[in-house]
């Protein structure tokens, strides 16, 4: 086996024998999994009920209905965006569910349920969807009606009422789909619509102003058109003034060069470059350490004995990069494996990011400049820890190097996500030390072949540079003592032995 | 053929010059003490057989061979400040260098066995560095030096941090390696170690190269003496360059004589007896390499001071 790969089993093993390995390696799963468990932490169940006691009848199934009807309104735009993502398109041009941007007034949703709703509308996109596209999810219903239970009597006042739901406010009620939480409970008094009558709700303190909202709202309209009918109006005259509908159009930008569209695209490339940022900083560190060890036990002088500086330095890169790709594999797996699991909205952004990135030169770029900007940046990492006696020391140089590296990095991120078009990314595209993290991230959007070529050919040149002159450094300090040296002595490093 | 040729080898660190054109041949077998004040360039020269450093200029060559991996594989090295891995095994310590320096997993660890077993080190083969007692520790660097059956065995300041059981154990090992038919070369300012083991020595001070030679010719450097007790003046006799009265004692005379270079004390004792000199105490002088060493390196010094 080559000197060099003995060399880099040994850091491989060594450094994934670190507490520090296995709690990097550890950290996104586990921030996958607390994402997951957090929502479910602080969350309320799915489904809340609510209760209506109408002493006067008119109003209890007017609720209920129009409870259903915001339902059937999120289904329709829960359908919108699921036959977006499933590139289908209904046969029927005024389907409600057409994905022209219209407004989703109480027009369209009615159409929709009168056209056979969630069951029709999915019975075309199923006929028409790719195999493989991930199948519809409906999200479950927020409000569910709770009968009034037995122990309840109908005729009861208003504060006997209040009296007897207050267990109920307090825990659970029956309804269609189990026991639920009682969120909030409406006493329609025998009188109400007359002068001095008013509705009572009370709640278990957590109410979804979305429900009161809906209730308000029936209830008004139904006040409304009687005030209208009373005023001489006929009640289907009144009722067709009170549920005219704005005709709005909702224009968007396109799919395919809209912002959003830009953001989802990039969401791939910019991951891998702060994936790339994260784990050159971890293992750079980690093999900072291991080189300084090596200084401080006085090994250098042994293994120099048996290999050159060179395949000592190639060594132990290739040592640490296999690391660094243990780390990422872990991490994309985790990321790929949680977002299977947490949800239908990740994969559909991984689908939009991977959509982007097919091309076998976007492929090929994506590992070109994953790659490089590993080795470029573990080569500073390794050179420091030769110059560095201890930790201390290598601290005066770690600090502004990861704050150069992370800080345009996190201004690259802001630009790209508000203004995609902003010249800063290619500036920094051209400058070798960034131009792995920024045309990372410029990816997903589109660079031109040209600006690949030439990038990647700086960025070898850099890279070639770098590995002379760092190279030259790094076998000059590795059995140097004293303090680190300063700018002046480093540049001197930098020549050639003997020159 | 030779272990080891330096040829007008000179090192510069910057305005330093670190060694200074030195020129010396090493032959097969035998054991070379590599000898010279701290700062001689020792540890330099040593660094520059082994390619750790390539020098300003001149010319190197190890079993025949230019400086570097080819030779590298059949040179042990033990450098003079030791360390290990602390999370290793002893034997993976070995069979580490072992590999490292050309032999396959297997050749290593079986090699690697022998070795520690031979050190002592048999119920220690899987300790981690960690917790070995530092003679122990530095048993096991000599192992990893050891392991590839090395032609030419290179050991920096061997005996240093050995307390003297370990240094009279890694004397015997030394030995033991030349018996086997290696070539050792070791570098040390202590004198006796030298004297004991060494066939050959090589002398440096300030740089520079300035003695080459066995052991009976490193004390011919050194004018010979020697002391005797007298009524008579030695001053006269042939051969004596001069005499020094140390002390007397009822018509005793202790003298110290010091004789002119190439002079054989028998002689100056064949002498006194022929012109009827008689002698209480005659006892010839023999230089000790520490003598030798002093006086070599502090005239080299007083030369360089001038």
Redesign the interface.
Known sequence: ?M?SL??AL?EYR?LT?TRSFWITLMAIPLLIGFLGVLPSLFSQPPGNAYLVLDRTGAYADRIASRVEFAYQRSNLRQIIGYAKECHVVPAEPDAAWAPDGQWLNDDVVERFIRDGGVPAALAEIDRNRAPDSLPFRPSPRRFLAADVPPDIGKDLSAEGFRDAIKPYLDGKIATSQGNLPLMLAIYIPPDFGKPGASLSIWTNGRADFDLINLINGEIGRVLRADAAAEAGLQRSQAASIEWAGVPISLISPAPENGANRLVIKSILPLALGYLLLMTVIVTGTMMLQGVI??RS???V????????AQ?FMCGKLIGVGAVGLTILVAWIGCAVGGGLYLGHEIISAFHVSLAGLQSPIAILSLIFYFSTGYLSTSIVFLTIGAMSDSMQDAQGYLMPLIMLLSGPFVALIMILVNDPDSSLPVILSWIPLYTPFAMLARLGIGVSPAEIIGTAALMMLFLIGEFVLLGRVFRASL?RTGQPPRLLTLLRLMRP??A | MTALVFDAVTKRYGTVTAVDGISFVVPEGGITGFLGPNGAGKTTSLRMALNITAPTSGRISLLGLPPGRAASMRVGFLPEERGLYRRMTALDSVVYFGRLKGMTKSEARSAGRALLDRLGLGSSLSKMVDSLSKGMAQKVQLAASLVNAPQLVLLDEPFSGLDPVNQAVLEEIIIDIARNGATVMFSTHVMQHAERLCDRLILLSSGRKIFEGSQQEARQQLPPSLSLVSRADPTTLPGVESAVARSEEAGWTEWYVRLQPRADPDDILEACFAQGIVLRRFEPYRPSLHDIFVHLVGADQRRHAQ
């Open positions: 086996m000197p003995i060399i040994r060594q024998s060890e090596e036990n006085k090994l002088e042994t293994i120099l004995s048996c290999v050159s395949q059995l032995e003997g």
